[in-house]
């Protein structure tokens, strides 16, 4: 099946730092991807809906100057987090849609710890 | 509007008994419905999808889940539970535009 592979699996940073995630479709190509937060034992919240070559439609509540999404390419998105605290730690999964069966794949998922 | 409700944040069954996972929802458009897995420490693993074909869906690992539109369910069944099994799980309905609603999760434990 299709993979999408999320880079770093684990990153710690120190507060006020910014941090990348990228989400890349390795073998087809995503106009659309979507990024989910995970708090501890708590559901996926979806934070934004990323369309390549276009802003990113950022869910109510999610703070798009703090959370950065970028989709320059078919292939590939990112998170940037910016100015890191601790209460931004979490696991953070994204996913791609498949442009021919729409199909959803997610990502291995990154999981940040600020100190 | 679409939700997903799952019953039971944690079910503890007996390695080699029967799982049954439950998920309810409410869509206001026939719906896609979806069961996904979570291991520690990874991300999520489609296990199968009810996309309006036929309503008992075979998964992988020997999961199946049935689409019972009377009820609004979508639960979630393994004839005899594996170690293996121990996992979190969600369910997920969609309305198309392959936006999710999630449940909560069910963590599923497995005892020896």
């Known amino acids: 099946g299709a993979v999408v592979s999320q880079h770093p699996s684990r990153v710690i940073c120190k507060s006020g730092t910014s941090v990348k995630i990228e989400c890349r479709s390795l073998?087809?190509?995503?106009?659309?991807m979507f990024w989910y937060r995970q708090f501890p034992k708590q559901s996926l919240m979806l934070m934004a809906t990323s369309n390549e070559g276009s802003k990113a439609t950022y869910e109510q509540g999610v703070e798009k100057d703090k959370f950065l999404i970028n989709h320059a390419s078919l292939t590939l998105s990112t998170l940037t987090v910016t100015s890191a605290h601790p209460e931004d730690s979490s696991f953070y999964i994204c996913s791609a849609r498949g442009q021919d069966t729409g199909e959803l794949f997610f990502g291995e998922g990154s999981r940040l710890t600020v100190l | 509007a679409q939700s997903v409700t799952q019953l039971g944040s944690h079910v503890s069954v007996s390695e080699g008994a029967l799982v049954l996972l439950r998920c309810n929802y409410s869509s206001s458009v026939p719906p896609y419905l979806f069961w996904y897995v979570q291991y520690p420490n990874q991300g999520l693993q489609l296990l199968l999808k009810?996309?309006?074909?036929a309503t008992l869906v075979k998964g992988i690992n020997g999961f199946e889940a049935e689409f019972k539109k009377s009820e609004t369910s979508f639960h979630l069944t393994k004839p005899s539970a594996h170690m293996s099994d121990a996992a979190e799980y969600f369910c997920a309905v969609s309305a198309g535009n392959y936006q999710l609603i999630w449940g909560a999760g069910t963590k599923l434990i497995i005892k020896p």
């Open positions: 073998d087809f190509q995503a106009t659309t």
């Open positions: 009810y996309t309006s074909a």
